[in-house]
């Protein structure tokens, strides 16, 4: 039976509505906050980025320096500024 509020976030809940429209609490999770994030499979603290880029993607993770900026765009950085030196100097 559908409660007319929900237990869980007190929300009105619509007649014969199979779920809290706002929280997603129901019947099969007994109106309760487990509704709200269980079933979505969220990491949590042991998620481990590294392995999760291997197992989906496969190959080696990006190359990137400790600045987070690919080495590609450092060399692109160095040879626009050499010719605006260049340019500018000569």
């Known amino acids: 039976m559908t409660p007319?509020?929900?237990p869980n976030c007190g929300?009105?809940?619509p007649p014969r509505a199979r779920a809290c429209p706002d929280c997603?609490?129901?019947e099969t999770t007994g109106w309760s906050s487990a509704a709200r994030?269980?079933?979505l499979?969220?990491?949590d603290e042991t998620f481990d980025y590294d392995e999760f880029v291997q197992r989906e993607f496969g190959?080696?993770?990006r190359r990137v320096t400790p600045s987070g900026v690919h080495?590609?765009?450092w060399v692109v950085a160095v040879l626009a500024l050499?010719?605006?030196l260049f340019l500018f100097v000569f």
């Open 41 to 43: 499979d969220l990491p």
């Open 24 to 26: 997603g609490a129901d």
């Open 11 to 13: 929300a009105s809940v």
């Open 71 to 73: 080495p590609f765009w």
């Open 4 to 6: 007319e509020i929900c």
């Open 59 to 61: 190959g080696k993770p």
């Open 37 to 39: 994030y269980g079933g």
């Open 82 to 84: 050499a010719a605006f």
